[in-house]
C-alpha cells in the first residue's frame, strides 16, 4: 500500500539517459531519479537473445545515422572501425549512458543493476533514506518474483550476474 501511494514517482524511462541533466533542470522533482545501470555485456547479450529477429540486430545498428554532429565529431572515426554486432550494441550502449555519466552531480542516484542483485537491503536502504522517506516492507519480499524475461528462478545470483559471458566468444 505504501508503494500504490508512491506510486507518482515510480515509472520507467528507457532511453532517458542522454537527457537525465536536462530533464532534472527542466522538472521539479520531488524525489532524486534513479539512473539504472547494468553492465553493458549483460545488456547487449540480453538484446541478442531477445531481438535476435528485429531489425536493427538483423541488419546491424547504424550509429552514425542515430548520433548528433558532437557525437560524431568526437567517436566517430573509432565507431567506424566496429565490425560486429555485439561491438556496435556495446558502442550504443556506452553513448546512451556517456551523458549522464559525465554529468553526474548528485542530482539523480546511480544504481547498478549488480549491486541491487547481490545487495538488494543495502540499495533500497540507501534509496529511501536519500528520498527521506520509509521503505515499504513489501519491496524486500519481491525481490525474489522473476522478471518475465527470467524465470530461471534457481539460478544462483552470482551465476545470474555472470551468464552473459557465455553468449561472447574471444
Known amino acids: 500500500k ?13 532511453g532517458a539517459n542522454g537527457v537525465l541533466p536536462w530533464m532534472v533542470q527542466q522538472f521539479d522533482l520531488k524525489y532524486q531519479p534513479i539512473h539504472l545501470l ?22 546491424g545498428v547504424n550509429l552514425q545515422r542515430q548520433l548528433s554532429a558532437y557525437y560524431l565529431e568526437q567517436y566517430g572515426n573509432y565507431l567506424s572501425t566496429l565490425k ?4 556496435r550494441l556495446i558502442a550504443y550502449w556506452c553513448l546512451h549512458n556517456v551523458v549522464a555519466l559525465e554529468h553526474h552531480q548528485k ?46 528462478l534457481a539460478a544462483e545470483k552470482t551465476v545470474q550476474l555472470s551468464k552473459w559471458r557465455k553468449s561472447f566468444n574471444e
Open 2 to 14: 505504501q508503494i500504490m501511494a508512491h506510486q507518482r514517482f515510480l515509472g520507467k524511462f528507457i
Open 38 to 59: 547494468r553492465h553493458p555485456g549483460a545488456v547487449v547479450a540480453s538484446q541478442m537473445k531477445l531481438f535476435a529477429n528485429e531489425w536493427f540486430v538483423v541488419r
Open 84 to 87: 560486429t554486432q555485439p561491438e
Open 107 to 152: 542530482q539523480w542516484m546511480t544504481i547498478y543493476y549488480e549491486h541491487l542483485l547481490l545487495q538488494p537491503k543495502e540499495v533500497f536502504g540507501q534509496l529511501f533514506s536519500t528520498w527521506n522517506i520509509e521503505q515499504p516492507k513489501e519491496i524486500l519480499e519481491r525481490l525474489d518474483v522473476p522478471s518475465s524475461v527470467n524465470l530461471d
